[in-house]
């Protein structure tokens, strides 16, 4: 369990995050959404232990965040950030053992167990096939899958992805979404996605969490998230939303043309 208790975060004189509340479950797939500059990657920077609290706590598994070597976090939380750029082009599968680095001791060689991570994570991404192939002849969602490959060899009990799916084409936005909850069911991991797309959200997620000014707005189902009233508070302008016939959870409509 992640605990988050009255946390104030800034950058410079900047403050972003006010005493903010919010517990994460170590088996949700949770879905953060919010406006631009409401604090989502903030948020995700401060959990990561990348930017420190000006106050308030954040506690994992029951300990202060903050007396966690860096180490020990990448042992815990996985990372994976809306595009990554690499100095060299690697091939797919040394991108995936990349994830088993917090693992490795000083001077010290990759290990069976780490090659038979690897291969599994390969595997069950229907990664294997392009495990000899680089990264930049990738598609979009191959690369995304292969990122999120690299996060899931890390083994970790948590999982972040700071927009993931932005640039994205629609069918892999959905691919890339039922992904991560198919994961959330399979390991029991707790998946933490910051989005935009509100429906997939609410398709896909267990949990919404809506970030406004700095401050959790409501965290909740689907069911209790996405109500006219509080996406109003949100986003400021009227929306209604229906049941998705297909998902049985609430889809957003968005208004017509005046």
């Not at 500059?37 to 029951?62: C, D, H, M, N, W």
């Not at 006219?228 to 998705?244: D, I, S, V, W």
Request: hydrophobic share 45%; proline share 5%; net charge negative.
């Amino acid at each position: 369990m992640i605990e988050i208790h009255k946390l104030s975060c800034a950058y410079d004189a900047q403050m972003v995050l006010r005493d903010l509340d919010l517990s994460l479950a170590a088996d949700e797939f949770t879905v953060l959404v919010g406006p631009n500059g409401a604090g989502k990657s903030t948020l995700v920077y401060a959990l990561l232990g990348f930017l420190p609290a000006l106050q308030g706590e954040i506690r994992l598994f029951g300990k202060a965040l903050a007396g966690y070597k860096r180490s020990e976090l990448a042992r815990l939380i996985a990372f994976v950030p809306q595009e990554s750029v690499f100095q060299f082009d690697y091939p797919v599968r040394d991108i995936v053992l990349m994830g088993r680095y917090p693992y490795l001791g000083l001077m010290q060689s990759w290990l069976p167990a780490d090659l038979e991570a690897v291969d599994s994570v390969l595997e069950q991404l229907q990664l294997s096939e392009l495990a000899g192939r680089f990264y930049s002849q990738l598609s979009g969602g191959e690369k995304q899958r292969v990122l999120i490959a690299r996060a899931l060899a890390q083994a970790t009990p948590y999982v972040f992805l700071d927009e993931t799916l932005s640039q994205l084409d629609i069918n892999h936005q959905v691919e890339i979404t039922a992904l991560l909850r198919g994961i959330v069911r399979s390991s029991g991991k707790g998946i933490l996605l910051i989005s935009h797309n509100l429906n997939l959200g609410a398709n896909f997620s267990d949990r919404m969490v809506f970030l406004a000014e700095g401050k959790v707005l409501g965290s909740g189902t689907p069911e209790e998230m996405m109500r006219p009233a509080l996406l109003r508070e949100l986003f400021g302008m009227e929306l209604q939303t229906m049941l998705n016939p297909a998902s049985g959870k609430p889809n957003l409509l968005y208004p017509g043309s005046p």
